[in-house]
């Protein structure tokens, strides 16, 4: 499974992006497909995540009600709309997929993972 994440960019506080990442390969394996973030000298950390459907969807509380996590089935697409920005948003985003059966929220629950596009908040 191949994962490609877009769409990251400058923003100031209030506004929006919408990241994209598009999966490729065997996704016929792929249950879940997650958002991660990582600020500088920070772990990577749990942002949202989705059935393959993306009929359920799972949010970190730092980011519910602002960030929204969904699925084209048909472009094999996930995205991650994120409005509201706030400087603590600052972070490389990474787009993960799980072959796993339980709701992913762990690092270590994902079995492939893209390369990761940069976000940044300015105050």
């Known amino acids: 499974v191949q994962l490609q994440a877009s769409g990251g960019g400058l923003v100031q506080a209030g506004g929006s992006l919408r990241l994209s990442c598009a999966a490729s390969g065997s996704i016929f394996s792929i249950n879940f497909m997650g958002w991660y973030r990582q600020a500088p000298g920070k772990q990577r950390d749990f942002v949202a995540a989705a059935t393959w459907s993306g009929i359920t969807t799972y949010y970190a509380d730092s980011v519910k009600g602002r960030f929204t996590i969904s699925r084209d089935t048909a472009k094999n697409m996930v995205y991650l709309q994120m409005n509201s920005l706030k400087p603590e948003d600052t972070a490389v985003y990474y787009c993960?997929?799980?072959?796993?059966?339980?709701?992913?929220?762990?690092?270590?629950?994902?079995?492939?993972w893209g390369q990761g596009t940069q976000v940044t908040v300015s105050s």
């Open positions: 993960a997929a799980s072959k796993g059966f339980g709701a992913p929220r762990r690092v270590n629950e994902y079995d492939y």
